[in-house]
Protein backbone atom coordinates (compact mmCIF):
# COMPACT_ATOMS: atom_id res chain seq x y z
CA UNK A 1 0.00 0.00 0.00
CA UNK A 2 1.68 3.19 -1.03
CA UNK A 3 1.49 6.55 1.75
CA UNK A 4 0.08 9.34 0.96
CA UNK A 5 0.87 10.51 3.80
CA UNK A 6 0.02 14.52 3.77
CA UNK A 7 0.21 15.23 -0.20
CA UNK A 8 -2.63 17.17 -0.99
CA UNK A 9 -2.42 17.79 -4.43
CA UNK A 10 -2.89 16.07 -7.36
CA UNK A 11 0.66 16.22 -8.53
CA UNK A 12 2.32 15.50 -5.54
CA UNK A 13 -0.25 11.96 -5.49
CA UNK A 14 0.41 11.44 -8.99
CA UNK A 15 4.33 11.53 -9.11
CA UNK A 16 3.85 9.75 -5.89
CA UNK A 17 2.37 6.62 -7.64
CA UNK A 18 4.40 6.82 -11.13
CA UNK A 19 7.99 6.74 -8.77
CA UNK A 20 6.17 3.61 -6.54
CA UNK A 21 5.01 1.56 -9.71
CA UNK A 22 8.48 1.99 -11.39
CA UNK A 23 10.80 1.63 -8.47
CA UNK A 24 8.43 -1.38 -8.01
CA UNK A 25 8.30 -3.02 -11.42
CA UNK A 26 4.36 -2.98 -11.54
CA UNK A 27 4.73 -0.64 -14.19
CA UNK A 28 4.60 -2.19 -17.84
CA UNK A 29 5.44 -0.59 -21.29
CA UNK A 30 5.41 1.84 -22.25
CA UNK A 31 7.66 2.88 -19.72
CA UNK A 32 8.96 4.78 -18.39
CA UNK A 33 4.40 5.57 -16.64
CA UNK A 34 5.64 9.34 -16.09
CA UNK A 35 2.44 11.22 -17.22
CA UNK A 36 0.67 8.05 -18.63
CA UNK A 37 -2.25 6.22 -17.53
CA UNK A 38 0.23 3.82 -16.13
CA UNK A 39 0.65 0.19 -17.92
CA UNK A 40 0.76 -2.38 -14.57
CA UNK A 41 1.27 -5.55 -14.63
CA UNK A 42 -2.06 -7.49 -14.63
CA UNK A 43 -3.84 -5.11 -16.88
CA UNK A 44 -4.90 -7.90 -18.86
CA UNK A 45 -6.71 -10.24 -15.55
CA UNK A 46 -8.18 -6.91 -15.45
CA UNK A 47 -10.04 -6.07 -18.39
CA UNK A 48 -10.73 -9.38 -18.73
CA UNK A 49 -12.75 -9.39 -14.94
CA UNK A 50 -14.60 -6.39 -16.77
CA UNK A 51 -16.31 -8.94 -18.91
CA UNK A 52 -17.86 -10.32 -16.16
CA UNK A 53 -19.68 -7.07 -15.23
CA UNK A 54 -23.76 -7.57 -15.63
CA UNK A 55 -23.46 -4.16 -17.49
CA UNK A 56 -20.79 -5.02 -20.07
CA UNK A 57 -22.83 -7.95 -20.88
CA UNK A 58 -25.81 -5.90 -21.32
CA UNK A 59 -23.82 -2.66 -22.91
CA UNK A 60 -24.36 -2.53 -27.02
CA UNK A 61 -22.31 0.66 -27.11
CA UNK A 62 -18.83 1.01 -25.19
CA UNK A 63 -16.94 3.88 -24.99
CA UNK A 64 -13.07 2.81 -23.78
CA UNK A 65 -10.23 5.18 -23.28
CA UNK A 66 -7.70 4.30 -25.69
CA UNK A 67 -4.93 4.07 -23.11
CA UNK A 68 -2.36 0.56 -23.48
CA UNK A 69 -3.76 -0.95 -19.90
CA UNK A 70 -7.24 -0.53 -21.57
CA UNK A 71 -6.24 -2.48 -24.62
CA UNK A 72 -7.55 -6.07 -23.42
CA UNK A 73 -11.32 -4.33 -23.08
CA UNK A 74 -11.29 -3.00 -26.41
CA UNK A 75 -10.34 -6.12 -27.68
CA UNK A 76 -12.91 -7.61 -25.62
CA UNK A 77 -15.49 -5.37 -26.55
CA UNK A 78 -14.88 -6.21 -30.24
CA UNK A 79 -14.57 -9.69 -29.80
CA UNK A 80 -18.28 -9.58 -28.41
CA UNK A 81 -19.56 -7.51 -31.63
CA UNK A 82 -20.17 -4.85 -29.20
CA UNK A 83 -19.76 -0.93 -31.06
CA UNK A 84 -16.64 0.33 -29.35
CA UNK A 85 -16.27 4.11 -29.53
CA UNK A 86 -12.09 5.28 -28.46
CA UNK A 87 -12.11 8.96 -28.26
CA UNK A 88 -9.56 10.89 -30.43
CA UNK A 89 -6.55 11.66 -28.89
CA UNK A 90 -6.58 15.44 -27.30
CA UNK A 91 -9.85 15.40 -29.18
CA UNK A 92 -7.67 16.84 -31.79
CA UNK A 93 -10.17 15.62 -34.78
CA UNK A 94 -13.93 14.94 -33.04
CA UNK A 95 -15.29 13.19 -30.08
CA UNK A 96 -14.86 9.65 -30.89
CA UNK A 97 -13.56 7.09 -33.22
CA UNK A 98 -15.83 3.72 -33.75
CA UNK A 99 -13.68 1.00 -34.46
CA UNK A 100 -14.75 -0.92 -37.34
CA UNK A 101 -12.71 -4.53 -37.50
CA UNK A 102 -12.39 -6.50 -41.42
CA UNK A 103 -15.14 -8.28 -42.12
CA UNK A 104 -14.84 -12.15 -40.49
CA UNK A 105 -11.57 -11.37 -39.51
CA UNK A 106 -9.82 -13.82 -36.86
CA UNK A 107 -8.85 -12.79 -32.70
CA UNK A 108 -5.13 -11.80 -34.01
CA UNK A 109 -7.00 -9.21 -36.58
CA UNK A 110 -9.40 -7.55 -33.26
CA UNK A 111 -6.18 -8.06 -31.28
CA UNK A 112 -4.23 -5.21 -33.64
CA UNK A 113 -7.82 -3.42 -33.55
CA UNK A 114 -7.74 -2.84 -30.21
CA UNK A 115 -4.30 -0.94 -30.19
CA UNK A 116 -3.47 2.43 -30.90
CA UNK A 117 -2.23 1.41 -33.65
CA UNK A 118 -5.06 -0.32 -35.07
CA UNK A 119 -7.30 2.35 -33.96
CA UNK A 120 -5.70 4.03 -36.82
CA UNK A 121 -5.97 2.02 -39.46
CA UNK A 122 -9.35 0.52 -38.38
CA UNK A 123 -11.38 3.45 -37.20
CA UNK A 124 -14.11 5.78 -38.29
CA UNK A 125 -14.52 9.38 -36.91
CA UNK A 126 -18.29 9.95 -35.06
CA UNK A 127 -19.47 13.20 -35.65
CA UNK A 128 -21.09 15.31 -32.68
CA UNK A 129 -24.22 14.98 -34.33
CA UNK A 130 -24.28 11.49 -34.76
CA UNK A 131 -27.23 10.00 -32.14
CA UNK A 132 -25.26 7.97 -29.75
CA UNK A 133 -26.15 6.20 -26.61
CA UNK A 134 -23.36 5.20 -24.74
CA UNK A 135 -23.97 1.75 -22.43
CA UNK A 136 -20.90 1.76 -20.48
CA UNK A 137 -17.93 3.84 -20.38
CA UNK A 138 -14.10 2.44 -19.25
CA UNK A 139 -11.75 4.94 -18.42
CA UNK A 140 -7.85 4.67 -17.13
CA UNK A 141 -6.66 6.60 -13.41
CA UNK A 142 -3.18 6.91 -12.18
CA UNK A 143 -5.50 7.10 -8.63
CA UNK A 144 -8.92 6.10 -6.90
CA UNK A 145 -10.40 5.74 -3.92
CA UNK A 146 -12.82 3.23 -2.89
CA UNK A 147 -15.59 5.77 -2.99
CA UNK A 148 -14.46 6.67 -6.21
CA UNK A 149 -12.46 9.67 -6.60
CA UNK A 150 -10.20 9.76 -9.84
CA UNK A 151 -7.07 11.04 -10.39
CA UNK A 152 -6.19 10.88 -14.06
CA UNK A 153 -3.00 11.85 -15.50
CA UNK A 154 -3.57 15.55 -15.30
CA UNK A 155 -4.46 17.03 -18.94
CA UNK A 156 -8.05 17.00 -18.04
CA UNK A 157 -9.34 15.17 -21.19
CA UNK A 158 -11.39 12.15 -19.67
CA UNK A 159 -13.58 14.99 -17.64
CA UNK A 160 -13.94 17.25 -20.70
CA UNK A 161 -14.67 13.60 -22.60
CA UNK A 162 -17.73 12.44 -19.80
CA UNK A 163 -18.98 16.27 -19.97
CA UNK A 164 -19.43 16.56 -23.90
CA UNK A 165 -21.06 13.42 -23.62
CA UNK A 166 -22.92 14.49 -20.88
CA UNK A 167 -24.08 17.74 -22.87
CA UNK A 168 -24.98 15.72 -25.84
CA UNK A 169 -27.19 13.18 -24.41
CA UNK A 170 -24.60 10.43 -24.73
CA UNK A 171 -24.67 9.43 -21.52
CA UNK A 172 -26.92 9.80 -18.55
CA UNK A 173 -27.15 8.88 -14.77
CA UNK A 174 -27.96 5.63 -15.00
CA UNK A 175 -24.52 4.86 -17.23
CA UNK A 176 -21.74 3.42 -15.34
CA UNK A 177 -17.81 4.13 -15.26
CA UNK A 178 -15.13 1.54 -14.60
CA UNK A 179 -11.64 2.08 -13.92
CA UNK A 180 -9.28 -0.83 -14.40
CA UNK A 181 -6.33 -0.37 -12.57
CA UNK A 182 -3.32 -2.20 -10.33
CA UNK A 183 -3.95 -2.86 -6.64
CA UNK A 184 -1.26 0.01 -6.04
CA UNK A 185 -3.25 2.36 -7.49
CA UNK A 186 -6.57 2.28 -5.35
CA UNK A 187 -6.61 3.80 -1.84
CA UNK A 188 -9.24 3.84 0.87
CA UNK A 189 -9.56 7.86 0.59
CA UNK A 190 -8.02 10.45 -1.57
CA UNK A 191 -8.10 14.24 0.00
CA UNK A 192 -11.57 15.44 -1.36
CA UNK A 193 -10.50 19.16 -1.22
CA UNK A 194 -8.24 18.49 -4.32
CA UNK A 195 -11.89 17.52 -6.14
CA UNK A 196 -14.81 19.68 -7.82
CA UNK A 197 -17.79 19.20 -9.89
CA UNK A 198 -15.72 19.14 -13.29
CA UNK A 199 -13.99 15.66 -12.26
CA UNK A 200 -15.38 12.29 -13.37
CA UNK A 201 -16.29 9.64 -10.61
CA UNK A 202 -16.02 6.07 -10.95
CA UNK A 203 -18.60 3.86 -10.05
CA UNK A 204 -16.66 0.10 -10.45
CA UNK A 205 -13.03 -0.35 -9.95
CA UNK A 206 -11.35 -3.45 -11.23
CA UNK A 207 -7.80 -4.55 -10.09
CA UNK A 208 -6.10 -7.60 -11.28
CA UNK A 209 -7.33 -9.68 -7.79
CA UNK A 210 -11.02 -7.68 -7.01
CA UNK A 211 -13.78 -5.77 -8.06
CA UNK A 212 -14.99 -2.96 -5.86
CA UNK A 213 -18.39 -1.51 -6.71
CA UNK A 214 -18.13 2.29 -5.44
CA UNK A 215 -21.40 2.87 -2.76
CA UNK A 216 -22.99 5.31 -2.91
CA UNK A 217 -22.47 6.14 -6.67
CA UNK A 218 -20.94 9.70 -6.37
CA UNK A 219 -21.96 12.38 -9.36
CA UNK A 220 -20.49 12.98 -12.65
CA UNK A 221 -20.52 16.27 -15.02
CA UNK A 222 -23.82 16.90 -16.95
CA UNK A 223 -22.59 19.39 -18.89
CA UNK A 224 -19.19 21.36 -19.99
CA UNK A 225 -18.02 24.04 -17.33
CA UNK A 226 -17.51 26.78 -19.85
CA UNK A 227 -16.04 28.61 -17.01
CA UNK A 228 -13.10 26.33 -16.40
CA UNK A 229 -12.14 26.56 -20.05
CA UNK A 230 -9.71 29.19 -21.82
CA UNK A 231 -9.99 30.35 -25.26
CA UNK A 232 -6.82 28.66 -25.74
CA UNK A 233 -8.48 25.19 -25.00
CA UNK A 234 -11.25 25.74 -26.96
CA UNK A 235 -8.94 26.64 -30.36
CA UNK A 236 -6.93 23.66 -29.55
CA UNK A 237 -10.57 21.24 -29.56
CA UNK A 238 -12.54 22.00 -32.89
CA UNK A 239 -15.18 20.06 -30.92
CA UNK A 240 -15.48 22.36 -28.00
CA UNK A 241 -15.61 25.37 -30.61
CA UNK A 242 -18.42 23.36 -32.27
CA UNK A 243 -20.55 22.51 -29.27
CA UNK A 244 -19.84 26.12 -27.50
CA UNK A 245 -21.69 27.51 -30.77
CA UNK A 246 -24.86 25.34 -30.85
CA UNK A 247 -24.88 25.85 -27.07
CA UNK A 248 -24.83 29.67 -27.83
CA UNK A 249 -27.44 29.56 -30.38
CA UNK A 250 -29.48 27.78 -27.08
CA UNK A 251 -29.33 30.15 -25.54
CA UNK A 252 -27.18 29.36 -23.07
CA UNK A 253 -24.17 30.35 -20.98
CA UNK A 254 -20.85 29.85 -22.83
CA UNK A 255 -18.55 32.06 -21.29
CA UNK A 256 -15.10 31.11 -20.96
CA UNK A 257 -12.38 31.38 -18.25
CA UNK A 258 -10.54 34.71 -19.90
CA UNK A 259 -12.11 37.66 -21.52
CA UNK A 260 -13.33 37.33 -25.17
CA UNK A 261 -14.02 39.34 -27.77
CA UNK A 262 -16.45 37.62 -29.91
Known amino acids: MIDLGNIITKTNIREKIWKYMEENDIACFPRPVYHKIPNFKGAKQAGAKVCSLEEFQKARVIKVSPDKPQEE ?10 TLLVPTPRLRFGLFNKITPPAGCNKKVLHICATSEGVKQHSTPVSLDTKLKVDLVVIGSVAVSRAGHRIGKGEGYADLEYAIM ?42 PTQIIQCEPRLSKPTAVNWALLSIEKLNEIPVLKALRWKEQEDGKDVTLKHAEND
Open 166 to 207: STIGAVNKDVIVVTTVHDCQVFDRLPQQVFGDHDVTVDVIVT
Open 73 to 82: VRFLALEAHK
